[in-house]
């Protein structure tokens, strides 16, 4: 398995451009999570879907931030617009039911200048 | 609500020392699954142990052991004869088991390895 696939790996770009971030979760999870890394803040989740439904965005920061699960082996993360605050590391995650293993991507490196 | 405490921030240790990093977790869940993961320089997340609250026996692995005592709510995580390539942040995280589990972390612990 090739595990989770996350594009690009790294990405800058100018304030006030979108950005998408891509994932593709190890087939037969049920779950994905879109995680946020920064200094302040450590890692903190952002949304989370179960079988393609967003279940939780409450962590989403604010409505710049928008993530969509079109099916099992696809997922974005977008940022419109972008701000230098949002310079961080993404990193995706798939389990399999009843959370016994969450398997992360190499994560994106975001630097908004 | 989770939550996870790594209450030491950076140890620095030499070569061959033995080093216990430290994690405490609060949840309001009966049944609930502990973990540790390795962040490397290189920054991806590595998975190292998954622990179920129903198991209290302590596990080795190597040069890696972890002590899990529900009574006090830790879940440490001691390597011993440390080597340069342990150099990495070590998180704890924490989540239910069963309907919608998500992961909370801890902050991290940073352990530098000096030869």
């Known amino acids: 398995d090739a595990g989770v696939i996350q594009s690009p790996r790294h990405e800058v770009t100018e304030m006030g451009q979108e950005v998408t971030l891509r994932c593709k979760p190890i087939s037969g999870h049920n779950s994905l999570f879109w995680y946020r890394q920064t200094m302040m803040r450590g890692l903190e989740l952002l949304i989370y879907?179960?079988?393609?439904?967003?279940?939780?965005d409450s962590g989403m920061p604010e409505d710049r931030f928008s993530a969509k699960m079109p099916n099992a082996s696809f997922s974005t993360l977008k940022i419109q617009p972008s701000e230098p605050r949002d310079s961080a590391v993404y990193f995706c995650a798939s389990s399999a039911p009843g959370g016994r293993g969450y398997t992360f991507g190499s994560g994106t490196r975001l630097t908004v200048v | 609500a989770q939550k996870v405490t790594q209450a030491q921030t950076e140890i620095s240790v030499v070569e061959k020392e033995d080093v216990t990093l430290d994690c405490v977790y609060e949840?309001?869940?009966?049944?609930?699954?502990l973990f540790w993961y390795k962040q490397p320089p290189s920054g991806e997340l590595v998975f190292l142990i998954r622990r179920n609250s129903f198991d209290e026996q302590n596990e080795i692995s190597g040069r890696y052991s972890w002590n899990f005592q529900k009574s006090t709510s830790s879940f440490n995580f001691t390597i011993t004869a440390s080597q340069v390539v342990d150099s990495a942040v070590y998180f704890c995280?924490?989540?239910?088991?069963?309907?919608?589990?998500?992961?909370?972390f801890g902050k991290g612990t940073m352990l530098l390895v000096s030869p």
């Open positions: 879907f179960n079988n393609n439904v967003p279940i939780d």
């Open positions: 995280a924490l989540s239910e088991i069963g309907g919608y589990s998500t992961l909370t």
């Open positions: 949840t309001r869940d009966t049944t609930y699954y």
